[in-house]
T-cell receptor
Framework: GAVVSQHPSRVICKSGTSVKIECRSL??????MFWYRQFPKQSLMLMAT?????????EQGVEKDKFLINHASLTLSTLTVTSAHPEDSSFYIC??????????????FGPGTRLLVL | AQSVTQLDSHVSVSEGTPVLLRCNYS??????LFWYVQHPNKGLQLLLK??????LVKGINGFEAEFKKSETSFHLTKPSAHMSDAAEYFC??????????????FGQGTELSVKP
């Protein structure tokens, strides 16, 4: 149980284009989803927290107009990197938790999406 | 404020020998603590978690960790390393109670290498 998927696993795009990454909880309802960014050989950096049906809460220094987050249902959140530039190239990881279940503080992570902007 | 420190950025062991990955935390309340493992270019997999129940926590793949409040530590151990254990390990603490939105605070990670 508690499986989280991400799609795509890898994407290459041209500078200036937008890229959408999907995060799905497959066997539980994710009342909260988190988006992280990870640079090589570094830890995870939280970008934003999204709760189903409400606006995402962004961490300091993360541009909300650059990284659009939508959490339209209890099983799906999307991250759209708008007008991507080479510096946006990174490994993006989502996680999900369920406030209704015991152990709700546990986050279950997706497999990550490798974004390369040329 | 909550924080977590992984004391070693890299640990190297021989296959079949014990593994010790050290983690210290700082928290102003009773935290939940986790160990996650990340294999190259993969997401994070939960190894084990402590949530104020038994202080010795057993996880998957033979790993266990002991919560020591007096030492503010949550070290990860395994009696016998396997080649497949080579990966990055993260010690993680909850940022606050759930009113903090369920955020997690990550350590910087420890890279475990296993030599044949």
């Amino acid at each position: 149980g508690a499986v989280v998927s991400q799609h795509p696993s890898r994407v290459i795009c041209k500078s200036g284009t937008s890229v959408k990454i999907e995060c799905r909880s497959l066997d539980f309802q994710a009342t909260t989803m988190f988006w992280y960014r990870q640079f090589p050989k570094q830890s995870l950096m939280l970008m934003a927290t999204s709760n189903e049906g409400s606006k995402a809460t962004y961490e300091q220094g993360v541009e909300k107009d650059k990284f659009l987050i939508n959490h339209a249902s209890l099983t799906l959140s999307t991250l759209t990197v708008t007008s991507a530039h080479p510096e946006d190239s990174s490994f993006y990881i989502c996680s999900a938790s369920d406030a209704k279940r015991v152990g709700r503080e546990t986050q279950y992570f997706g497999p990550g999406t490798r974004l390369l902007v040329l | 404020a909550q924080s977590v420190t992984q004391l070693d950025s890299h640990v190297s062991v021989s296959e079949g020998t014990p593994v010790l990955l050290r983690c210290n935390y700082s928290s102003s309340y009773s935290p939940s603590l986790f160990w996650y493992v990340q294999h190259p270019n993969k997401g994070l997999q939960l190894l084990l978690k402590y949530t104020s129940a038994a202080t010795l926590v057993k996880g998957i793949n033979g790993f266990e960790a002991e919560f020591k409040k007096s030492e503010t530590s949550f070290h990860l151990t395994k009696p016998s390393a396997h080649m497949s254990d080579a990966a990055e390990y993260f010690c993680v603490v909850t940022a606050g109670d759930y009113n903090q939105g369920g955020k997690l605070i990550f350590g910087q990670g420890t890279e475990l290498s296993v030599k044949p």
